[in-house]
């Protein structure tokens, strides 16, 4: 069974940065655009962005802020945030996506099964 486990939440003061981690297991991640989301407390989720397979192509919804990169030799994909701001508080996800990043724009992943995500706060 193919799982994308999310990690490197936590609680953060504005303006500052968090790293999160995207591992895959049951799968060799190289072979997946990898797209992240969010959801807010009472909000839908939405796509942050997205890195294809190769990471020759990224999707941002604000390249300034969110920064997508993976490293295929450790299985991992990465979301570098930065200038974070109380509104960026919510749950991260990871998940698979197709080399466009038309899931991560589209917010919506068929078929997919959520894990917990990992959980982000900006508060001072």
């Known amino acids: 069974q193919v799982q994308f486990v999310e990690s490197g939440g936590g609680l953060v003061q504005p303006g500052g940065s968090l790293r999160l981690s995207c591992v895959a297991s049951g799968v060799a991640l190289d072979a997946y655009a990898v797209a992240w989301f969010r959801q807010a407390p009472g909000k839908e989720r939405e796509g942050l962005g997205c890195i294809s397979s190769k990471g020759g192509y990224r999707y941002s919804i604000n390249a300034g802020r969110f920064i997508f990169s993976r490293d295929n030799t450790k299985n991992t994909v990465y979301l570098q945030m930065n200038g974070l701001r109380p509104e960026d508080t919510g749950i991260y996800y990871c998940?698979?996506?197709?080399?466009?990043?038309?899931?991560?724009?589209?917010?919506?992943?068929?078929?997919?099964?959520w894990g917990q995500g990992t959980q982000v706060t900006v508060s001072s």
């Open positions: 998940a698979p996506d197709v080399d466009d990043c038309t899931y991560a724009r589209r917010s919506y992943v068929p078929g997919h099964a």
